[in-house]
Nanobody, 118 residues
Framework: QVQLVESGGGLVQAGGSLRLSCTAS????????MGWLRQAPGKEREFVAR????????YYADSVKGRFTISRDNAKNTVYLQMNNLKPEDTAVYYC???????????WGQGTQVTVSS
């Protein structure tokens, strides 16, 4: 079992930046690929970014490529999402999640709200 707790969300103006953090407990953090996903009101949850077990591989949704950066610190059991040049369409609840490929994401955090004002 893995417990995930996100933090760092908030209200920011368009063009601003936020850094989300997700801290894990319960199992060996480096056993898991980590991802960030988001869900806007009235929309399906969508993939944002993912990172491999030791950070050697990252992948981004086209909508955030070049603006968001995912990273992890296995010594701190934490994965980060640095979000720059935020846009109103980035407004959503952001979730971190853990998985062991090829399975889908199994463990989820409670989510943190990001609101970008125009």
């Amino acid at each position: 079992q893995v417990q995930l707790v996100e933090s760092g969300g908030g209200l920011v103006q368009a063009g601003g930046s936020l850094r989300l953090s997700c801290t894990a407990s319960g199992r060996t953090f480096s056993d898991y690929h980590m991802g960030w996903l988001r869900q806007a009101p009235g929309k399906e949850r969508e993939f944002v970014a993912r990172i491999s077990r030791f950070g050697g591989s990252t992948y981004y949704a086209d909508s955030v490529k070049g603006r968001f950066t995912i990273s992890r610190d296995n010594a701190k059991n934490t994965v980060y999402l640095q979000m720059n040049n935020l846009k109103p369409e980035d407004t959503a609840v952001y979730y971190c999640a853990a998985k062991v490929p090829p399975n889908d994401y199994r463990y989820w955090g409670q989510g943190t709200q990001v609101t970008v004002s125009s």
